[in-house]
Nanobody
Framework: QVQLVESGGGLVQAGGSLRLSCAASERTFSSSNMGWFRQAPGKERELVAAITWSGGSTYYADSVQGRFTISRDNAKNTVYLQMDSLKPEDTAVYYC???????????????????WGQGTQVTVSS
């Protein structure tokens, strides 16, 4: 059972930055693809960014392309989401998710991920 713990959320003004971290409990992290999702009140959960186990392939939603950067440190069992130029519409609960198997391509659908963190709130004020 992989446990994921997110941190780094908070309140920030529009135009500001935050860095989210997601620490995994298992050594299998290094062979797991990771994703960051978000869910705003009244909206469906959406994929923000994803990264393969090696870090060699990434995916970004159009809404965050050029502003957010996903990265990982397999030695620390941690995946990051650097969020710059934040907008009020980025306000949501952010979740990290993991799927094992060492796939060479990113997963873009929530049902493809097997493990989820508890989420961290990001609030961007205007």
């Amino acid at each position: 059972q992989v446990q994921l713990v997110e941190s780094g959320g908070g309140l920030v003004q529009a135009g500001g930055s935050l860095r989210l971290s997601c620490a995994a409990s298992e050594r299998t992290f290094s062979s797991s693809n990771m994703g960051w999702f978000r869910q705003a009140p009244g909206k469906e959960r959406e994929l923000v960014a994803a990264i393969t186990w090696s870090g060699g392939s990434t995916y970004y939603a159009d809404s965050v392309q050029g502003r957010f950067t996903i990265s990982r440190d397999n030695a620390k069992n941690t995946v990051y989401l650097q969020m710059d130029s934040l907008k009020p519409e980025d306000t949501a609960v952010y979740y990290c998710a993991a799927v094992g198997g060492g796939y060479p391509y990113t997963q873009t659908r929530a049902y493809e991920y097997h493990y989820w963190g508890q989420g961290t709130q990001v609030t961007v004020s205007s």
